[in-house]
């Protein structure tokens, strides 16, 4: 597609249920990240893709958190017995990102995100 | 590890310039992106510096200093659209919590 793509745009739900966002990155692109933002707060790092590398966890806050990107493209980050500290907008980005020395110089390309409530 | 400062908020009057700063700790540099995010937006790219100096683009510049950790963007002209966060960004996968830039007439 022309540009990131997520879904759903908003998502409510329950504490205590598990909650699947989805990301379909620009085509092409090899790198894929997920962020989320809570309100009027900067971007907090979740995880990275790249190519068949194994993925960058290091951001994700807590194991409800996991993320899979099947067949290098489209991306789902599961958060599993969601709780209401988990509200927060979640943005998905791909960039192009070649060899790893170059993947940390690419310009990402964001989604519209999901925001996420947890009631 | 590493660590990224922005300012938290900023206002101007409109057709002024106004200068963000950002300082930033980190191993392996290889370069910082500015990000421009209006309110209920996704962050848009704006800016790279990999060298020191001034790289200049339309109103918007962004200026890099490796040796003293130090970045700015640097707009002219304001104009009420430019009114949004602007978020720096090093090339590891961090951001900063961003600058809420407001301009006002």
């Known amino acids: 597609g022309a540009g990131v793509s997520q879904s759903p745009s908003n998502k409510v739900t329950e504490k205590g249920k598990d909650v699947e966002l989805r990301c379909d990155p620009i085509?092409?692109?090899?790198?894929l990240y997920w962020y989320r933002q809570s309100l009027g707060q900067g971007l907090e790092f979740l995880i990275y893709?790249?190519?068949?590398?194994?993925?960058?966890k290091s951001g994700l806050p807590s194991d409800r958190f996991s993320a899979e990107r099947t067949g290098g493209s489209v991306s789902t980050l599961t958060i599993q017995r969601t709780q209401q500290e988990d509200s927060a907008v979640y943005l998905c980005?791909?960039?192009?990102?070649?060899?790893?020395?170059?993947?940390?110089?690419?310009?990402?390309?964001f989604g519209s995100g999901t925001q996420l409530s947890v009631l | 590890g590493q660590n990224i400062d922005q300012p938290t908020e900023m206002t101007a009057t409109e057709g002024a310039i106004v200068q963000i700063n950002c300082t930033y700790q980190?191993?392996?540099?290889?370069?910082l992106f500015w990000y421009q995010q209006h309110a209920g937006e996704a962050p848009t790219f704006l800016s790279y510096?990999?060298?020191?100096g001034l790289e200049e683009k339309g109103r918007f510049s962004s200026f890099l200093s490796r040796s003293k950790g130090y970045s700015y963007l640097l707009l002219k002209e304001l104009q009420m659209k430019d009114s949004a966060s602007y978020l720096c960004?090093?090339?590891?996968?961090?951001f900063g919590t961003g600058t809420r830039l407001q301009v006002f007439p």
């Open positions: 980005a791909s960039s192009l990102a070649g060899d790893r020395g170059l993947r940390l110089r690419e310009k990402l390309f």
């Open positions: 085509s092409g692109h090899t790198a």
């Open positions: 893709f790249q190519g068949n590398s194994a993925p960058d």
């Open positions: 980190t191993s392996g540099f290889n370069g």
């Open positions: 510096n990999v060298l020191d």
């Open positions: 960004r090093t090339d590891k996968l961090i």
